[in-house]
Protein backbone atom coordinates (compact mmCIF):
# COMPACT_ATOMS: atom_id res chain seq x y z
CA UNK A 1 0.00 0.00 0.00
CA UNK A 2 1.16 3.43 -0.80
CA UNK A 3 1.71 5.68 1.81
CA UNK A 4 0.83 9.34 2.23
CA UNK A 5 2.05 11.42 5.72
CA UNK A 6 0.85 15.11 6.21
CA UNK A 7 2.03 17.52 8.29
CA UNK A 8 1.51 18.87 10.29
CA UNK A 9 -0.44 16.96 12.00
CA UNK A 10 -2.59 20.54 13.94
CA UNK A 11 -2.17 23.77 12.79
CA UNK A 12 -4.15 26.62 14.91
CA UNK A 13 -3.08 30.18 13.83
CA UNK A 14 -4.75 33.68 13.58
CA UNK A 15 -7.34 34.55 10.76
CA UNK A 16 -5.08 36.70 8.06
CA UNK A 17 -1.70 34.47 8.29
CA UNK A 18 -0.14 32.39 5.73
CA UNK A 19 -0.17 28.46 5.75
CA UNK A 20 1.66 25.95 4.15
CA UNK A 21 0.63 21.77 4.84
CA UNK A 22 2.22 18.74 2.91
CA UNK A 23 1.73 15.61 1.95
CA UNK A 24 4.88 13.44 1.17
CA UNK A 25 5.43 9.65 -0.07
CA UNK A 26 8.26 7.66 -0.86
CA UNK A 27 6.15 6.49 -3.26
CA UNK A 28 5.06 7.93 -6.87
CA UNK A 29 1.87 8.90 -7.70
CA UNK A 30 -0.23 9.33 -11.00
CA UNK A 31 -2.46 12.36 -9.56
CA UNK A 32 -2.88 13.14 -5.96
CA UNK A 33 -6.15 14.79 -4.76
CA UNK A 34 -6.73 17.56 -1.93
CA UNK A 35 -10.03 17.24 0.22
CA UNK A 36 -11.69 19.37 3.21
CA UNK A 37 -14.07 17.57 5.65
CA UNK A 38 -15.68 19.25 8.22
CA UNK A 39 -17.33 17.99 11.19
CA UNK A 40 -20.20 15.50 10.48
CA UNK A 41 -19.81 15.81 7.01
CA UNK A 42 -17.96 13.95 4.15
CA UNK A 43 -15.01 14.76 2.41
CA UNK A 44 -15.16 17.34 -0.20
CA UNK A 45 -12.65 17.64 -3.30
CA UNK A 46 -10.71 20.36 -3.58
CA UNK A 47 -8.64 19.57 -6.57
CA UNK A 48 -6.32 16.95 -8.19
CA UNK A 49 -3.07 17.72 -9.66
CA UNK A 50 -2.05 15.30 -12.26
CA UNK A 51 1.50 16.62 -13.54
CA UNK A 52 4.84 16.58 -12.55
CA UNK A 53 5.31 20.50 -11.24
CA UNK A 54 1.85 21.25 -11.83
CA UNK A 55 0.38 24.47 -9.85
CA UNK A 56 -3.29 25.22 -9.60
CA UNK A 57 -4.69 28.05 -7.76
CA UNK A 58 -8.40 28.11 -6.32
CA UNK A 59 -8.77 31.53 -4.87
CA UNK A 60 -6.50 32.05 -1.79
CA UNK A 61 -5.62 28.23 -1.88
CA UNK A 62 -2.49 27.23 -3.99
CA UNK A 63 -2.02 23.21 -4.81
CA UNK A 64 1.84 22.23 -6.10
CA UNK A 65 2.45 18.66 -7.34
CA UNK A 66 6.48 17.54 -6.75
CA UNK A 67 7.97 17.47 -9.77
CA UNK A 68 8.71 13.83 -9.11
CA UNK A 69 5.14 13.20 -8.20
CA UNK A 70 5.43 12.14 -4.42
CA UNK A 71 4.61 15.21 -2.99
CA UNK A 72 2.00 18.03 -2.57
CA UNK A 73 1.90 21.18 -0.82
CA UNK A 74 -1.37 23.13 -0.15
CA UNK A 75 -0.45 26.50 0.78
CA UNK A 76 -3.08 29.34 2.12
CA UNK A 77 -2.72 33.09 1.98
CA UNK A 78 -5.19 35.54 4.38
CA UNK A 79 -6.29 32.61 6.32
CA UNK A 80 -10.35 33.09 7.37
CA UNK A 81 -12.09 31.13 9.55
CA UNK A 82 -14.32 29.35 6.87
CA UNK A 83 -10.73 27.48 5.96
CA UNK A 84 -10.92 25.94 9.08
CA UNK A 85 -11.28 22.31 8.94
CA UNK A 86 -9.43 18.61 8.09
CA UNK A 87 -7.34 18.86 5.14
CA UNK A 88 -6.82 15.08 3.30
CA UNK A 89 -4.34 14.63 0.37
CA UNK A 90 -5.82 11.45 -1.44
CA UNK A 91 -3.94 8.80 -4.34
CA UNK A 92 -5.12 6.33 -6.49
CA UNK A 93 -4.05 3.17 -4.97
CA UNK A 94 -2.33 1.99 -8.24
CA UNK A 95 -3.13 3.13 -11.73
CA UNK A 96 -6.08 5.39 -10.88
CA UNK A 97 -9.35 4.96 -13.06
CA UNK A 98 -11.61 2.88 -11.11
CA UNK A 99 -9.19 2.67 -8.18
CA UNK A 100 -10.26 3.48 -4.61
CA UNK A 101 -8.09 6.36 -2.56
CA UNK A 102 -5.27 5.81 -0.51
CA UNK A 103 -5.80 8.93 2.02
CA UNK A 104 -2.81 10.39 4.21
CA UNK A 105 -4.37 11.01 7.64
CA UNK A 106 -4.71 14.72 7.65
CA UNK A 107 -3.98 18.32 9.29
CA UNK A 108 -6.80 19.74 11.73
CA UNK A 109 -6.36 23.09 10.73
CA UNK A 110 -8.21 26.05 12.79
CA UNK A 111 -8.27 29.06 12.17
CA UNK A 112 -8.93 31.62 15.11
CA UNK A 113 -10.85 35.31 14.86
CA UNK B 1 -28.93 16.69 -7.63
CA UNK B 2 -28.69 14.79 -4.84
CA UNK B 3 -25.80 13.72 -3.85
CA UNK B 4 -24.77 10.23 -2.00
CA UNK B 5 -27.50 9.61 0.43
CA UNK B 6 -26.65 6.83 3.69
CA UNK B 7 -28.84 5.67 5.92
CA UNK B 8 -28.79 5.59 9.44
CA UNK B 9 -26.75 8.64 10.28
CA UNK B 10 -25.87 7.30 13.27
CA UNK B 11 -26.49 4.06 14.84
CA UNK B 12 -25.90 2.75 18.23
CA UNK B 13 -25.83 -1.19 19.03
CA UNK B 14 -24.99 -3.78 20.95
CA UNK B 15 -21.69 -6.08 20.48
CA UNK B 16 -22.64 -8.98 18.68
CA UNK B 17 -25.74 -7.50 16.86
CA UNK B 18 -25.68 -7.32 13.14
CA UNK B 19 -24.99 -3.91 11.45
CA UNK B 20 -26.34 -2.88 7.93
CA UNK B 21 -25.42 0.34 6.39
CA UNK B 22 -26.75 1.53 3.11
CA UNK B 23 -25.90 3.55 0.45
CA UNK B 24 -27.53 5.34 -2.78
CA UNK B 25 -24.75 6.79 -5.14
CA UNK B 26 -25.28 9.92 -7.33
CA UNK B 27 -27.69 8.67 -10.40
CA UNK B 28 -25.07 7.96 -13.41
CA UNK B 29 -21.81 7.21 -11.38
CA UNK B 30 -20.82 3.87 -11.84
CA UNK B 31 -18.18 3.08 -8.94
CA UNK B 32 -18.95 2.98 -4.97
CA UNK B 33 -16.79 2.87 -2.32
CA UNK B 34 -16.90 2.32 1.17
CA UNK B 35 -14.02 3.61 3.81
CA UNK B 36 -14.05 3.53 7.20
CA UNK B 37 -12.69 6.77 9.41
CA UNK B 38 -11.02 6.95 12.79
CA UNK B 39 -8.75 9.24 14.82
CA UNK B 40 -6.08 6.47 14.88
CA UNK B 41 -6.24 5.41 11.17
CA UNK B 42 -7.80 8.05 9.60
CA UNK B 43 -9.51 7.40 6.30
CA UNK B 44 -9.39 3.56 4.91
CA UNK B 45 -10.74 1.87 1.74
CA UNK B 46 -12.92 -1.03 2.38
CA UNK B 47 -14.06 -2.37 -0.64
CA UNK B 48 -15.03 -0.74 -4.12
CA UNK B 49 -16.97 -1.64 -7.01
CA UNK B 50 -17.41 -0.77 -10.58
CA UNK B 51 -20.61 -1.34 -12.17
CA UNK B 52 -22.07 -3.27 -9.50
CA UNK B 53 -18.95 -5.85 -9.19
CA UNK B 54 -16.90 -5.87 -6.21
CA UNK B 55 -13.32 -5.43 -7.63
CA UNK B 56 -10.92 -4.90 -4.34
CA UNK B 57 -12.38 -6.25 -0.90
CA UNK B 58 -8.57 -6.28 0.56
CA UNK B 59 -9.50 -3.55 2.75
CA UNK B 60 -12.20 -5.07 4.27
CA UNK B 61 -11.26 -5.99 7.68
CA UNK B 62 -12.09 -9.84 8.75
CA UNK B 63 -15.34 -11.97 7.32
CA UNK B 64 -18.02 -10.41 9.74
CA UNK B 65 -17.36 -7.75 7.29
CA UNK B 66 -19.96 -7.85 3.92
CA UNK B 67 -20.59 -5.62 1.28
CA UNK B 68 -22.60 -5.79 -1.34
CA UNK B 69 -24.51 -4.14 -4.31
CA UNK B 70 -27.69 -5.62 -6.27
CA UNK B 71 -27.95 -2.75 -8.63
CA UNK B 72 -26.52 0.26 -9.67
CA UNK B 73 -28.74 2.38 -7.25
CA UNK B 74 -28.12 0.70 -3.97
CA UNK B 75 -25.43 -1.13 -1.66
CA UNK B 76 -25.34 -1.83 1.70
CA UNK B 77 -22.20 -2.80 3.95
CA UNK B 78 -23.34 -5.53 7.00
CA UNK B 79 -21.38 -6.13 9.94
CA UNK B 80 -22.05 -9.60 11.69
CA UNK B 81 -21.35 -9.60 14.93
CA UNK B 82 -20.37 -6.45 15.45
CA UNK B 83 -17.72 -5.39 17.84
CA UNK B 84 -16.85 -2.43 19.83
CA UNK B 85 -13.18 -1.82 17.32
CA UNK B 86 -16.05 -1.33 14.59
CA UNK B 87 -16.88 1.61 15.67
CA UNK B 88 -16.43 4.18 13.49
CA UNK B 89 -17.75 6.83 10.92
CA UNK B 90 -18.16 4.93 7.54
CA UNK B 91 -18.52 6.34 4.29
CA UNK B 92 -19.79 5.41 0.83
CA UNK B 93 -18.56 7.13 -2.17
CA UNK B 94 -19.48 7.58 -6.05
CA UNK B 95 -17.87 8.51 -8.92
CA UNK B 96 -17.69 8.19 -12.75
CA UNK B 97 -15.65 6.30 -14.53
CA UNK B 98 -15.15 7.34 -18.23
CA UNK B 99 -14.91 4.04 -20.51
CA UNK B 100 -11.67 5.28 -21.67
CA UNK B 101 -10.02 5.23 -18.44
CA UNK B 102 -8.23 8.05 -16.85
CA UNK B 103 -5.52 8.97 -14.86
CA UNK B 104 -8.02 9.94 -10.94
CA UNK B 105 -11.13 9.26 -10.42
CA UNK B 106 -13.41 12.34 -8.48
CA UNK B 107 -15.25 10.66 -5.70
CA UNK B 108 -18.24 12.38 -4.47
CA UNK B 109 -18.82 11.39 -0.75
CA UNK B 110 -21.70 10.94 1.65
CA UNK B 111 -22.38 12.22 5.11
CA UNK B 112 -21.21 9.19 6.62
CA UNK B 113 -23.04 6.53 8.69
CA UNK B 114 -21.44 7.09 12.81
CA UNK B 115 -21.31 3.70 13.86
CA UNK B 116 -21.16 3.16 17.86
CA UNK B 117 -21.08 -0.58 19.16
CA UNK B 118 -20.97 -0.70 22.95
Known amino acids: TQLLEQSPQFLSIQEGENLTVYCNSSSVFSSLQWYRQEPGEGPVLLVT?????EVKKLKRLTFQFGDARKDSSLHITAAQTGDTGLYLC?????????????FGKGTHLIIQP | DAGVIQSPRHEVTEMGQEVTLRCKPI?????LFWYRQTMMRGLELLIY????????DSGMPEDRFSAKMPNASFSTLKIQPSEPRDSAVYFCASSLVSLAGGLYNEQFFGPGTRLTVL
Open chain 1, 49 to 53: VVTGG
Open chain 1, 90 to 102: AGPYSGGGADGLT
Open chain 2, 27 to 31: SGHNS
Open chain 2, 49 to 56: FNNNVPID
